[in-house]
């Protein structure tokens, strides 16, 4: 997508040579109306998918899986990642490896809120490894879901995550590609 390609040209900064730090407009600060109109596109790309609901991780998936949801009109499920009090009876979980903060954690949603008769669109603001996609579908196998697919604000290609994915079968949608990281790649 040409608007999110152009703006990660302008405002992402590279970080330590391997994090894309999108603050100015993705994260922490969400350009709201630039959202609405990915979420637009990842509308035109699923709109026959019957998706019957929005699945993303806590914390920073949240507020971009809600401007996602909307055009679908379906709800926001997020997992949480520390299985807090108001979390009552069973859930299904899944362990993922945390590519920003390098250190494992389980991800969790609750068994009633995820089931057999629901078509999940998954969405993340980027895609590296795919650690965080391999625990959403986790989840969505234990409860019975069927994942349709995942919207992908930013996909690092070259970290492979995507690929793998892809040749499991998974449909993967990148807003924009990052195929290496320098400033001229980018
Ligand atoms: P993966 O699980 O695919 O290895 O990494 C994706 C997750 O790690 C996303 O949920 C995202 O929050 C985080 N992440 C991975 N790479 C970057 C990056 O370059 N910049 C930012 N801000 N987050 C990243």
């Known amino acids: 997508m040409k608007l999110m390609e152009d703006r990660v040209r302008r405002d992402a900064v590279i970080e330590n040579g391997d994090v894309l730090k999108v603050g100015t407009f993705l994260n922490q600060t969400i350009d709201v109306p630039f959202i609405r109109a990915c979420a637009d596109e990842f509308y035109r790309l699923f709109r026959d998918e019957h998706v019957t609901k929005v699945l993303t991780v806590e914390a920073s998936g949240i507020g971009l899986a809600c401007l996602v949801a909307l055009p ?12 807090s009090s108001n979390i009552a009876g069973g859930v299904y979980t899944a362990p993922v490896f945390s590519f920003t903060h390098g250190t494992q954690h389980e991800i969790m949603v609750p068994c009633n809120m995820l089931g057999p008769g629901d078509r999940v669109l998954l969405i993340d603001d980027f895609l590296a490894k795919g650690e965080a996609l391999h625990g959403m579908l986790e989840l969505c196998k234990k409860a019975g879901a ?18 793998e994915l892809r040749a499991a079968g998974l449909r993967i949608e990148s807003l924009a590609r990052v195929t290496s990281m320098t400033d001229d790649s980018l």
């Open 72 to 83: 679908f009109g379906v709800p926001v499920l997020f997992a949480k990642k520390s299985r």
């Open 146 to 163: 069927t994942a349709v697919g995942a919207g992908i604000f930013v996909e690092k290609a070259y970290q492979g995550g995507g690929d």
